[in-house]
């Protein structure tokens, strides 16, 4: 099969994360100028940017809206598919068109695996979220999952996600394509930090519009810094959430606020790369990921970086990764204090991380032309 026009289905790319990935994805397409990509998206001020950057590219926007979704995926792709003669649909947002509605090849990219996680079940039920979860994961779930079994061809960010994807969806008849969405060119990748543990910390925690997201699990970091806090230890937090967003989620502690550096949504790389300071040390405690950008910022700028114990972790980012215990605030603390009380360098670990990832995202496919043409020859 060979080609030449395809339709990217990003609908529902909501936030900092995707839009990350999604503008490397474009940039990708935007090279090949015997291809024709249409991306039909909700028109939002990430997108606009976007539209600027890749003119080459052309955008179909629309109204927002779950319902709005459905038709839209379902019925308005039959028209598309005919009036530009789609070849290929490249549904970047997870869900896609009905395959019986639709004879067109497609690919999901899985972006979000909580929907696929057992464990979160058992979560929802420990905090008796009873509604919460039907509405939120198994309803949600339940639609992913009839998407997939309707799909051949899945695209994913590491092999964890397959993995996962095992207890819910029967794979026998399904291709998986391991693709990178992150630059791994050696000037991407700083030298280490320099620590001194004498001088003020400086803990830094990377989340978008979705904190308030029981998989974000933001208390495990808030609980973890009132305990640091009343230990008599110089630090500081960066957080890239407002002051209002946090007071009015119920998540935070108001103690904490003379300590926290409020600096909403970073969307300049050069801002961002600023974050990233001597005596720095990102923490991340999300449940689980599908890749988690924020700690692989972390990484590539050389601080210290802590993520949970969990398979993911240990999958995307190697077991030389310094890690906590999930749910235990105890755990995440004792964390840092071993990391003050360590005498030597944190040099050789954080290169032995940046190492670990390089070479992970070398074994991966290297674009989206070459995740096409493996699609085209099945």
């Given at each position: 099969m060979t080609v030449r026009n395809i339709l990217i289905n990003a609908l529902g790319v909501v936030d900092s994360g995707g839009f990350v990935v999604l503008s490397r994805t474009l940039k990708e397409c935007a090279s090949y100028r015997d291809k024709i990509f249409y991306v039909i998206c909700n028109d939002n001020r990430n997108i606009r940017a976007l539209k600027k950057r890749h003119e080459s590219i052309k955008f179909i926007t629309i109204r927002s809206g779950r319902i709005y979704r459905?038709?839209?995926e379902n019925f308005l792709f039959r028209i598309l598919v005919k009036?530009?003669?789609?070849?290929?649909?490249?549904?970047?947002?997870g869900s896609g068109p009905l395959s019986f509605l639709i004879n067109t090849p497609q690919i999901i990219k899985i972006h979000n695996l909580h929907y696929f996680y057992k464990k979160f079940d058992s979560i929802y039920f420990s905090k008796s979220l009873?509604?919460?979860?039907?509405?939120?994961?198994?309803?949600?779930r339940a639609f992913f999952k009839f998407m997939l079994n309707q799909s051949r061809h899945v695209e994913i960010q590491s092999i964890h996600v397959q993995r996962y994807l095992y207890d819910f969806i029967d794979v026998s008849d399904k291709?998986?394509?391991?693709?990178?969405d992150i630059s791994i060119s050696r000037n991407e990748f700083c030298?280490?930090?320099?620590?001194?543990?004498?001088?003020?910390?400086?803990?830094?925690?990377?989340?978008?519009?979705?904190?308030?997201?029981?998989?974000k699990n933001l208390l495990d970091f808030k609980i973890a810094m009132i305990k640091i806090n009343e230990m008599n230890i110089d630090f500081d937090i960066t957080i890239t959430l407002t002051r209002e967003q946090l007071s009015n989620s119920g998540l935070w502690d108001e103690s904490l606020n003379s300590k926290t550096n409020f600096i909403g949504y970073v969307n300049d790389r050069k801002k961002l790369k600023e974050l990233f300071r001597d005596n720095t040390i990102l923490i991340s405690t999300s449940i689980i990921e599908t890749l988690g950008l924020h700690v692989i910022e972390g990484i590539k700028n050389g601080v210290i970086t802590i993520s949970p114990n969990e398979t993911y972790a240990n999958t995307v980012y190697g077991k030389e990764m310094i890690k906590y215990k999930l749910f235990d605030s105890e755990s995440l603390v004792n964390t840092i204090i071993d990391i003050m009380k360590y005498n030597g360098s944190f040099d050789s670990k954080i290169?032995?991380?940046?190492?670990y990832l390089i070479k992970s995202e070398k074994n991966k496919l290297g674009n989206i032309l070459d995740l096409f043409e493996e699609v085209s020859s099945v």
């Open positions: 459905v038709f839209y009036k530009f003669n789609i070849n290929l649909i490249y549904n970047y947002s009873y509604f919460e979860w039907f509405t939120q994961v198994f309803l949600r291709f998986f394509y391991e693709k990178s030298k280490p930090k320099h620590y001194d543990f004498s001088k003020k910390l400086r803990f830094l925690y990377i989340v978008g519009p979705h904190f308030y997201s029981l998989h290169l032995s991380v940046q190492k």
